[in-house]
């Protein structure tokens, strides 16, 4: 990644500037809720295509999307005038694979400029928004913004592809309904002259979702196969009932009440920073809960379809037995493994051998020294996860984790 140069980043701010940014940080921080939000709606009202095509509706309805932009650029900046901080490298790598998957490009940048300033603006007035203030408040901006277009177009560069150029149009080739809830789909491109590409285990595409309003909306859902069918790709969904706090699934549940075996969908290629460090012959460690098993999955069957060596310990928690659509495949791609073991937490219902009743704690589990340790799951269950293995000393460097929400931040205690 280029984010390791912290120095050079900050070589980019004049002192002028870095000044006027530690002056600013706490009274922009203050407000940095309320910016994000006058943001979101003063873009979404001069680009409606963007609310309708690119961004997530339900995360716009939640706040989350707000809220995790305005802390990533407070965190920046927090980051450039703070002596010894390190470059947050994890959470630009995982924005910028999340940019890539959307299609993001250079133009978009001076849109989020042109609306993120005006909102400043607006919520703390001209007389505080001085010039002085705007332009180092820009300078931050641009910045994180050149960081993220030189990354993500090595991505793009990586791929094969023209920057935005990542859709494919594909058909189902196979459709599974694994439980009530939770729906398998492999899908292969129409052109046969252009076979979807390998994946590394871990990654996560995007599916396009052509809803009954006309909007054209973006998920990302993770890879659960292990690239063993050459031209295919395997992605499991699951329906999201609404709750008080959060809308339904938009796309999930599109997804599993209208697709079938037949039907086209539109993808994007692989991305995402959950990858398998296959240099590495260290233990592996695999920490999930309920759909987080997603890319632990692609993970697992990478392992053992290779006869990899590596000594691999599974750890998942579900709701109970019927929620936890791939215990028989993981303990069977365990089984295989020269030195690969399982444990299961359910919150309700049996338990046997290796199945427990509660809430996994890894300070009770006896983890293989020196592992790399993937996580995945819910917010909650992600910082209590970390948490545990702060508390165990385990080095930030060998802890690795995804997530299907943008609240990412949260996590970068």
Known sequence: ???????????????????????????????????????????????????????????????????????????????????????????????????????????????????????IVTILGADVVTPPVAEAWENVYWIM?????KFEAELYEKAGVKPGEVFVNTQVVDRKDLSGSIVEFMVESKDANKPLPAHQPGQYISVGAKLPDGARQLR??????????????????????????????EVSNWLIDNVKKGDDLEITLPFGDLVLNEKSQRPVVLVSRGIGITPMMGILSSLATSNSSRPTLSLHADQNASTDVFFD?????????????????????????????????????????????????????????????????????????????????????
């Open 1 to 119: 990644m280029p984010f390791a140069n912290v120095e050079h980043y900050r070589s980019e701010l004049t002192p002028e500037h870095a000044e006027v940014i530690r002056a600013t940080l706490p009274l922009v921080g203050a407000n940095i809720d309320k910016i994000a939000k006058q943001f979101y709606a003063s873009m979404f009202e001069g680009h409606p295509e963007l609310i309708r095509n690119t961004f997530n509706r339900g995360n716009q309805k939640q706040g989350a999307q707000q809220r995790a932009l305005a802390a990533s650029v407070a965190t920046f900046a927090t980051m450039l005038v703070t002596p010894g901080a390190e470059t947050p490298e994890r959470l630009l790598g995982r924005i910028g694979h999340k940019h890539v998957s959307l299609g993001i490009t250079r133009d978009q940048y001076q849109i989020v400029h042109d609306y993120l300033f005006g909102a």
């Open 329 to 413: 495949e993981r303990t069977k791609l365990v089984s295989k493994m020269p030195s690969g073991a399982a444990k299961t937490w359910y919150a309700e219902g049996q338990t046997g051998p290796d199945v427990l009743q509660g809430h996994l704690d890894l300070s009770t589990v006896q983890l293989p020294t020196d592992a790399e340790i993937y996580l995945c799951g819910g917010n909650e269950f992600l910082q209590r996860m970390r948490k545990q293995l702060k508390d165990m000393k385990v080095p930030d460097e060998r802890v690795y984790f995804e997530l299907f929400s943008p609240n990412d931040w949260l996590l970068d205690a």
């Open 145 to 149: 913004a050149n960081l993220l277009i």
């Open 220 to 249: 990302q859902y993770s890879l659960v196969d292990a690239g063993i069918n050459p031209g295919r790709l395997t992605i499991a969904v699951k329906r999201v009932d609404a709750t008080k706090d959060a809308p339904a699934g």
